[in-house]
């Protein structure tokens, strides 16, 4: 009975130093202060006498402990404190150029260096590291022949280097299909590739980044006495998309309601080589019809090359239909960062049976170079926590047997700001223009929608030039939904009448997830600023994002 009751009463723990001078050094330490057992408070005083000595009180000792109901009170003799230690070392072990990369503010001379005590088990743990990532995975370093003299450490670096480990042989398990060319391009995965822990966990973050694959479980090396197997465990995963939306306003003549929508089918990985293909539909309700297709083939002939093809295809009620095809072959510098180069070609047929309303037929033809760099984020509902993409070309327009020079600019660039475990802002900049004599209508941008400036109809807004920041404050409700805010503003430039306006929109939305992928309901007023408000300029739209 009495064991039963010493067992459960709450301990305290108070630590002091002898030296009242020492005890605000002793308050920095953090400590358990309250314990259940004895077994557990002495665990927690070996545990403080082991963080002094770390901080150079090499001949610490326990002075007293005493015990008044259930409160310890535990007082330490620091004695003197040794700040600095020096160690020599073997210029065949380590060379003088590696110690200052490792300890690039210490004293370093030829055959020692000079480091602060405290410091010590960080420094021991870099050297390791260094040599870890040089393929030693098994390297040991320890300090020998220690010697006190006053303030000063002095010891032996030893170091025992293990053989160079290269990776053999990389096994999948689960999803034996994974393509190959993404353990050597992505992953950085291949015979001779050298071993380290880094390398381990390097692998199994940049796993998190495919859309197609997931981690059953951590990495596993198996060590022989010639080889080395690592051992990935993964699962294919559902990546394919489907985005549909559907919006209604009323017709501008008041008389029933005006229908518009579009489908957006993504298919990811289907033939296991991590390739991309997509297919876009839009109608707006006005007889503005687009239709886009997209291929893109990742890391083609196991280099770092991933080029994509596109066609897009634009028709204007009866006034013009436009093509366009585009070919964007990036190489991929790593996970994040690509560079590459862009050729683009269109060509536009005037359906009207005269060229007024500044609408012609013409042929373009560009070549440029593009950036893109994205950090992601590993959740449904906030993919990207940063992203930018930027792009130029230059290239010529044939029309009516002239020849005019072009450029155009493109950027766009997304930014999720953390404020709170609940709380996001989100930014997102939409900006182009394009350079050149004589636009035409059929050449122009086509912004407005729920993927651009919210409050007006899908591609409804011509513009030379344009740019727009689209902020949202979304706030978490759980796990699987936020709330957010819609605060869109831009600005427009159309040469072809000669004529800027600045844009706006305030709406809110609500987003969540379901069983079949994520449902977005958003309402949102646009308007021109140099038009009236009107709330009959609202629109609400219901965009659902179904994974398969």
Known sequence: MNFGFVFGQKLILKVSAKDSTNTVLINTIHYQKVHFSKISLDASLDSIHEKLERKGFLNVSLDTLIKKDTVYFATFNLKNRNKTIRIYYAKKDVAKKTIYKIVPHAKVEDGYFEVPLENLSEILDAFVTVFEAQGNSFTQVSLQKIQVEKRLINAQLMIKKSRVRKIDKVVINGYKEFPKTFLRNFLHLQPTTLFSRKKLNESSKLIAFLPFVT??????????????????????????????????????????????????????????????????????????????????????????????????????????????????????????????????????????????????????????INYAYQIFNNNVLFPTKFSVFGEFLSGKKKNTGNTTNQTKLYLKTIYLWYVSPRSHLYLQNETSTLLSDNILVNELFRIGGVNSIRGFNEESIFAST???????????????????SITDVGYIDNETIQQSSQIYSLGLGYAFTTKLGVLNLSYAIGNFSSRPFDINNSRFHVKIVSFF
């Open 466 to 484: 344009y740019s727009y920041f689209n902020i949202e404050y979304r706030y978490n409700t759980n796990t699987s939904s936020y709330l957010y």
């Open 215 to 368: 981690e059953m479980k951590p990495p596993e090396v198996l060590f022989t006495k010639d080889s080395t197997i690592l051992y990935l465990y993964l699962k294919k995963k559902i990546s394919n998309k489907f985005d549909g939306l559907v919006g209604f306003t009323s017709k501008e003549n008041g008389n029933g309601i005006l229908f518009n929508g579009y489908l957006d089918l993504a298919l990811h990985n289907i033939f296991d080589g991590g390739e991309s293909f997509s297919i876009y539909w839009k109608n707006n309700g006005n007889d503005r019809q687009v239709f886009d297709l997209n291929l893109k083939v990742p890391y083609i002939f196991n280099a770092r090359f991933s080029p994509s093809v596109e066609l897009n295809i634009y028709k204007q009620d009866s006034s013009f239909i436009s093509t366009k095809t585009k070919l964007n072959v990036p190489y991929i510098v790593n996970e994040r960062l690509s560079l590459g180069i862009s050729l683009q070609s269109e060509n536009s047929t005037n359906l009207l049976t005269s060229n007024g309303d500044n609408i012609n037929d013409f042929k373009t033809s560009f070549y440029g």
